[in-house]
């Protein structure tokens, strides 16, 4: 391999939240290296891990070429806790290297060519290197304006020559990737996402990932009553949503033939929210099973009839564990710009038989009373019947 000036490709973390934290704020950096670590599973190598003040460096092996670094960086872009990944250089700790990488590091640009504006943006986290962050800033900025003419634009520049000084190396990069902000997940507990097929449950498990909760996911299907197609759905989208943690599960209960007793209940305009708090239920006993300690749901203010304030209060009746609703106050478009956003969206729009649909009334109670709930689930004996559900469960491993 020729050494270039660039010195060796590497990446760059940005940690978010994470330096909010006090004395805590070691189990949550280590955290989040065991969750970079686990994304990184799918990389023939080892990578070494440097904490630093704010950020973590990842370093790859010797000789790794640089689209394998891009690869790395557009990896780890997925991990929560980091606000944002810079493909960087590291570069010897001497104000002549650091000129030439970034005079290198501009070489064979296009914008380059055109004649971009620019500015370099200097930090030092080690003040005992020779130059000033202001001095890195002219020294480095003065040469490159000399070799490519560039204008320089302190304000507003095109492009951002960023230099880092660190303990041991100093970084080099421009531009960088958008992590998910958030926290590293694990560090906020576990949960149980009711998952269905739909928009909405997978971008209430984003957001709860992305606050630190680690998740497993619960599915309902119609079986024996609908096909499996909701079944391969939910794999599906649990397969995209595993991108943010790693080591999911899902799991699956047979519901038909439950729904088919509320249904014999009579009790029309009650079924939709009847089904709901046995499904509630059944969670529960899933999420001890699991050690979970919170259900979540993809429940938002009044999008259809099962979701309004009464309605909602019936179902927070059913169970003791907290029902978490991160979508409770988002419109459905900005729900579905995530959904989008994290690869979700195309998934759930494919056709499939939802065991909702088992039981659609013509008029839905809007208001449901929990009297009259509990009336319904005393004649099924809903409470042995949610322990029998959970005792159905089925795991679906993600291969790979
Ligand atoms: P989604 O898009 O998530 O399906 P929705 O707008 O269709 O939501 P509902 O059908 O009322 O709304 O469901 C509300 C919530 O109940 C869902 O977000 C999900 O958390 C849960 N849920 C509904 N159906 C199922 C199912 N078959 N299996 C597991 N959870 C479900
Ligand atoms: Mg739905």
Known sequence: MTMSALGEPCVLLKLGEVVLKGNNREVFERRLQANIRTALKEFPFKVDLRQRHGVIAVFLPEG?????????????????????????????????????????????????????????????????????????????G?????????????KNPELVVSI????????????????QGGLPVGTSGRGLVLMSGGIDSP??????????????FLHFSGIPFTTSESIYKAYALVRALDRFQGGSRLWVVPFGKA??????????????????RLMLKTAEEVAHRL????????????????QTLQNITAQDDAVDLPILRPLIGLDKTEIMATARRIGTLAISELPDEDCCTLLAPRRAETAAKIADLKQIERRLDAEELAVQLAGSLQEYKLEG
Do not use: C
């Open 64 to 140: 790794t070429d640089a689209e394998v670094a891009d690869a790395v960086a557009e990896r780890i872009t997925y991990v929560p806790g980091l606000v944002w990944v810079h493909r960087a250089w590291r570069v010897a700790k001497d104000p002549g290297a650091v000129t030439k990488a970034a005079i290198e590091l501009l070489a064979d640009r296009e914008d380059v060519r055109r004649g971009v504006s620019f500015a370099v943006r200097s930090r030092r986290r080690d003040k005992r290197f020779p130059l000033t962050s202001m001095q890195i800033d002219r020294t480095v």
């Open 142 to 154: 003065g040469e490159l304006n000399d070799i490519y003419g560039l204008p320089v634009d302190l």
């Open 164 to 179: 880092e000084v660190d303990r041991d190396e100093v970084f080099v990069y421009t531009g960088g990737l958008p992590g």
């Open 203 to 216: 971008v209430a498990a984003y957001r709860m990932m992305r606050r630190g909760l680690r998740v497993d």
């Open 259 to 276: 729904q088919q007793s509320i249904k014999a209940s009579g009790q029309d305009r009650l079924a939709v929210i009847a089904q709901r």
């Open 291 to 306: 050690k979970a300690g919170a259900l979540v749901t993809g429940d938002s203010l009044g999008q259809v009839s099962s």
